[in-house]
């Protein structure tokens, strides 16, 4: 009788279990319940009512720079003065800038930019009704409540476009298309603001023209804002394709070591944008004025050189 054969132990080696991410079990969730990524024509929609709000933005920001000349003969104001009223806001937009950039994160781009514009609206309505009673001190505290808005809404856009286009896709061409509207709306406030004046016979009216632009604005916002919504409802989470990580609204912390990660050439960008855009906001306030007397030519033709010169250069 043969030896029954012992059978031979055989062992299975298991392989390695990949931890998954935060955003491969987001993508996994997102996927299960049938949503799909918003198609292209949903980002150019979101694109262009962010567009919109920038243009209407936009057109208020150059006004007061155009109409330097007229505003200290019919206020009756000095430079030092005048520089005074530049300067509240700038305070403003420096101080409180990375603030509202926390503040942001946590509430979220669509939330933001109707609180910014909501104050940025009160805000003109004061400037508007402080040049109507010709208050330069109204008009200052006007400026500083109207800086509050747009800081919150320059910040609030810039948080809406990183979180509908990632980096690597399509971020920059959204960015450039959303500058450039930028640019045209501060290109028509500015030419357009002495003709305004000189028409109506009331300086006053290129100010209340720019409470009807930001009421066009709030429209806009309050239109992309339930656009938002409904993107959020019917579409899965926006991802960035190279990192895999879900673009989010809003964040419920503030990570501050995420900080102190970004490259030095980041901080080196910063450096030289502190000391060019101070260079070229001081020019942009001053440009009309100097074009009115470098080349003798009144306030509609200066508006127009300087316009176009800030357009074209800076």
């Not at 690597?168 to 028509?188: D, P």
């Not at 501050?256 to 960008?269: A, G, R, S, T, V």
């Not at 260079?279 to 440009?287: C, R």
Request: include cysteine; charged fraction near 15%.
């Amino acid at each position: 009788m043969e030896a029954s054969e012992k059978p031979i132990a055989t062992a299975t080696v298991d392989e390695p279990v990949k931890p998954s991410s935060p955003a491969q079990d987001q993508q996994t969730e997102d996927n299960g319940d049938g949503k799909q990524p918003p198609p292209l024509i949903a980002k150019l929609i979101a694109v262009l009512l962010i567009s919109c709000i920038s243009f209407g933005s936009s057109w208020s920001s150059g006004v007061t720079g155009a109409m330097k000349s007229t505003i200290k003969k019919k206020m009756n104001i000095s430079n030092t003065q005048f520089s005074l009223l530049e300067a509240s806001e700038d305070f403003m937009v420096t101080l409180l800038m990375l603030g509202s950039g926390i503040v942001t994160d946590r509430v979220g781009g669509a939330e933001m930019i109707i609180y910014g514009n909501v104050v940025y609206t009160i805000g003109s309505i004061l400037v508007a009704a402080a040049t109507t009673v010709r208050s330069f001190n109204f008009m200052v505290g006007g400026r500083v409540i109207l800086a509050l808005g747009d800081i919150a809404t320059q910040v609030a856009q810039y948080k809406m476009f990183s979180s509908w286009f990632p980096p690597s896709n399509g971020f920059a061409s959204t960015l450039g298309l959303e500058l450039a509207m930028r640019k045209i709306g501060g290109f028509v406030g500015k030419s357009t603001a002495n003709p305004i004046a000189k028409n109506t016979g009331n300086f006053a009216w290129v100010y209340w023209t720019s409470v009807f632009m930001n009421l066009f604005t709030n429209a806009a916002t309050v239109v992309f804002w339930l656009y938002s919504r409904y993107c959020n409802r019917h579409y899965q989470g926006r991802q960035d394709k190279a990192t895999g990580e879900v673009l989010t609204e809003k964040n419920k912390k503030f990570e501050l070591k995420k900080i102190f990660q970004l490259p030095w050439m980041f901080w080196c960008i910063l450096a030289f944008s502190l000391f060019q855009t101070s260079a070229a906001l001081v020019f942009s306030q001053n440009a009309t004025e100097l074009a009115e007397k470098r080349f003798n030519v009144d306030s509609i033709k200066a508006g127009w050189y300087s316009a176009l010169s800030q357009y074209s250069g800076k």
